[in-house]
């Protein structure tokens, strides 16, 4: 996808920040019903139709999951909503969709809910609570690419999960491919 208005000009900043900016654009483009008004009709029938395929598909395999006893979340609440779990392991067939749905929901209701307890937070409400700006920044620091993450993990001393980083193990990790590192978590 294009990043829109003048950020094209920034995509060698924004790539050395992000991970992929024109992939997250090209996702939240199909996710924006502007970008298909805006479509020649004919392209817009066939970016329109490919939308209602993926949509079908998706919702054909979480269908199937839950037949077989995986837990599918509906509540766009939670960071799992959308995800297939099966016991701890939880498999994201959207791609990354969910994530920007899951964001704006956030963001439009005020509420979160934990994927591990359950419970429903009010943004803003209680000591050391979550807030609008907070889900912001973490959506985009889920966003950064490698070298920015591990530097970000690296000045904080700690994961996302709040543990102590190793620095040796956290920049030797940068020389992994991430689908090694997939393939082993």
Known sequence: GNLPGGLERAAGVLNGVF?????????????????YAKLDPIARKYALQSAGSFASLAGTVLGLATLAGAQVETDARSSDFLKIKVGDTRYDILGGFQQNLVLLHRELTGEKKSSTSGRVQKLGEGFGASDRLSILGDFVQNKENPIFATASRLLKGKDRGGEPVNPVTEVASLAVPISAKDTVN
């Open 19 to 35: 991970f992929s900016p024109r992939l997250m654009a090209s996702r939240l483009n199909l996710l924006n019903p502007v970008y």
